[in-house]
């Protein structure tokens, strides 16, 4: 290949991503027939058109960006050629309707996103941080080939629409089996505890990577549960799994956070508490709220990684924020989070009455909102007046744009009649419940600053691979 044709290939795949993206833009207005290659090899659902719409932005964002931060870097036609490949493997696997295709896409996703970790072949870090994620990629399509083997022998279909087709008459023992293997594939692709190390260890990757990493690809797992929402409702102990995990991950994500002193490393523990809640939603019954969860939160995190550069300043300590937020600024935080909650219930068609599962995603709902409302109106930089006002101007449209997004989302999983099936409360609901009010006051009181066992205790949970971990400067400057 010539010099000039090998400088050109950069901005060749950059043109392409985008062209993948208009694609995905007519698909979402075109809605062919969901079967639309011959036996089923492909599919073209809701699912699969808002996928390929989410993961063709990301990816073209990423290409774009990918220009001028990897200018100069070695090997940086492979580089791209992973980076697009991946785009393209992902859509395969959004559209794979035949088993075989989706778990080989699944493991080929997994193979070549551990090639992008581990791209600087200098670092011994890298090749560490590589080996360590495609062990666990390996491990998690192991667990997805032995639920699909297992549906689909039972079914004696090897298509997704089959097994789906014919969960209801499937033995009670394969569908639980076959779904709990599906939970801990989801688990290990988007970093649940306690597979999240990889992820934390992941930080060898480019940024761009990290992006696309933690935007689109971490987020299979919600895919996937999506995909086989029938196969897993059916098994009622394996929602509760579901919910637990989900509920666990999200609480210890959130709280590994909080101690982090790197800036990439705090956003890969954000991305397991995110992914925890995502998941979360999906045990609740609720599948176009995960699927908005993972828009929604893709769509932020490839921001915040792809600028993480810009958050490194050298500053000096400023004035502390207020401890409290004084009568006024409690009453405005608790009205926006009961009325949060409740604009939450109405919007997206959850009943206010009817206490079943969608309960609790309300509350979630009412605690997020109090938690934003409570950081806004303690923002000393403002005046008092100042920060009552924005709670509504920040509140209201975001839940206004939440809604628009779960509309649209849920239009498009309309023909998935399993798609929304809340369930009966449960203990398990009410102490997940309990435990997150907790940690909300622990957080809000800054316990996790106050105590230092905690503190320690939640940074050793939190280590990365230490073989993964690059601490001389000159070898970082040399690649």
Request: with cysteine; net charge positive; charged share 10%.
């Amino acid at each position: 290949m010539s010099r000039s044709t090998a400088s050109r290939l950069p901005l060749v795949y950059t043109r392409l991503s985008w062209g993948l993206f208009a694609l995905s833009l007519g698909l979402l207005v075109w809605a062919p027939d969901p079967e639309w290659a011959g036996d089923g090899l492909l599919r073209a659902d809701g699912l699969t058109r808002v996928m390929a719409l989410v993961t063709t932005f990301v990816s073209g964002i990423v290409h774009s960006f990918s220009r001028r931060y990897m200018a100069g870097a070695k090997r940086l036609n492979a580089f791209y050629g992973r980076l697009f490949g991946l785009t393209l493997i992902v859509l395969v696997l959004t559209a794979a309707n035949h088993l075989v295709l989706f778990a080989g896409a699944w493991a080929a996703m997994g193979w070549v996103l551990a090639d992008l970790i581990g791209h600087v072949r200098g670092w011994p870090q890298a090749r560490a941080a590589a080996r360590y994620a495609r062990q666990h990629f390996l491990g998690g399509s192991a667990l997805l080939a032995g639920a699909l083997g297992l549906l689909g022998g039972s079914a004696g279909a090897w298509t997704i629409s089959g097994v789906l087709a014919a969960a209801e008459a499937l033995p009670t023992l394969i569908v639980a089996g076959a779904a709990g293997l599906l939970l801990l594939a989801a688990m290990v692709q988007s970093a649940l505890v306690p597979f999240h190390r990889w992820l934390l260890s992941s930080m060898t990757a480019p940024t761009p990577v990290s992006g696309f990493m933690h935007a689109g690809l971490v987020n299979a797992g919600g895919v996937l549960l999506a995909r086989f929402a029938p196969v897993v409702f059916e098994a009622p102990a394996v929602m509760w799994a579901i919910v637990l995990a989900g509920g666990v991950s999200a609480l210890l994500g959130q709280a590994w956070m909080l101690v982090q002193t790197d800036v990439k490393r705090q956003l890969g523990a954000s991305t397991v508490a995110q992914m925890g809640f995502m998941v979360l939603q999906c045990g609740l019954g609720f599948v176009p709220a995960a699927i908005t969860h993972l828009i929604l939160h893709g769509f932020y995190k490839a921001y915040l990684f792809l600028a993480a550069g810009s958050a490194v300043e050298d500053t000096t300590p400023g004035r502390p924020e207020a401890s409290g937020t004084g009568a006024l600024g409690g009453l405005v935080t608790a009205t926006a989070a009961v009325g949060g909650g409740a604009l939450f219930a109405v919007l997206t068609g959850k009943s206010l009455t009817a206490l079943n599962s969608g309960t609790v995603l309300t509350l979630f709902v009412v605690l997020a909102v109090l938690h934003a409302t409570r950081t806004l109106v303690r923002r000393t930089s403002l005046s008092p007046a100042v920060r009552t006002a924005l709670v509504p101007a920040v509140l209201l449209p975001t839940l206004v744009l939440y809604a628009g997004v779960y509309k649209g989302v849920g239009a498009l999983f309309a023909d998935v009649p399993s798609a929304v099936a809340p369930t009966a409360l449960t203990p398990l609901h009410g102490a997940l419940l309990a435990v997150f009010v907790g940690a909300y006051i622990a957080v809000d009181r800054g316990w996790h600053r106050a105590s230092t066992r905690l503190y320690v205790t939640l940074r050793n949970t939190a280590q990365p691979l230490s073989t993964t971990l690059l601490n001389n400067r000159d070898q970082y400057n040399a690649h």
